[in-house]
């Protein structure tokens, strides 16, 4: 008995020492997505604060026009996927921007690729957001919102594919606002994947293309804020009207495309509310 005392004393401090060890583990994973949250909110505080998203402009693209066109041409490979990556971290970081940076990959890179570029930078962005803002902050912010966003919550549950093609593919809401909601209230990460790549194509290829055939307005844009420069002028700067690209009889296919992806959703709830309204 003697010589097996000591085996279970020894053997009972290294279980409990295992076990301490698991719990205090599992507290640092659970701190884990909040640091990383933290970490979020202050990068995006910082990147406001400084002003650096105001270089995310149709001026900034007329003033370093040359540069960029050299840049693009001395690296073919790393350019595009350092737009990707300047795509991704905008739609990430809720910068506004998203028609210059669209306008910008077609004058750079041409419409299809400009196109491609920018869908698949927007859909890592929105990736990246979803497991940040879904992870730590989710369950308290969907306490704090539920209410708000009840009518968004209510189409999701209708119908998650056809209420988030309708979303995409009509701006009633802000990309970044769109892409908070379903982190928070825990859409399903694929649907909302595909969706944002598929319903944001039809604006992503107008404005690429557009940014394809701006050319020569950028071009004349950029002679004219050298002109205006040199002349001592404290007003110079540059125009881009986004109605010239998106049109009204754009936007109405768009509204359109809308309408026929709710199709589905508004005939299921036909159908329920009917069986509903038999049952009396």
Known sequence: MDNEAPGA???GPDRRGDAAVTDLSGKRKSFAPWIIALVFVGVTIAIFASGVHRYLSFSTLVTYQDSLHDMVARNPAVAPLLFVLAS?????FSIPGAVVL???????????LGTMLTLTGATIGVAGIYAIAGSALGPAVKRLVEGRLASINEGFREGVWSYLFFLRLVPLFPFWVVNLATACLQVPLVPLLVTTFLGTLPATLAFSFAGASFAEIVRSQGEALRTCQASGATTCGVTF???HVISPQILATFVALGVMALVPVAMKTWRR??????KF
């Open 9 to 11: 004393l020894a053997a």
């Open 88 to 92: 991704a971290l905008a739609v990430a």
């Open 102 to 112: 669209t306008v910008t990959s077609g004058f750079l890179f041409g419409g299809i």
């Open 241 to 243: 009207d986004a109605s």
């Open 273 to 278: 509310r009917s069986k509903s309204v038999g």
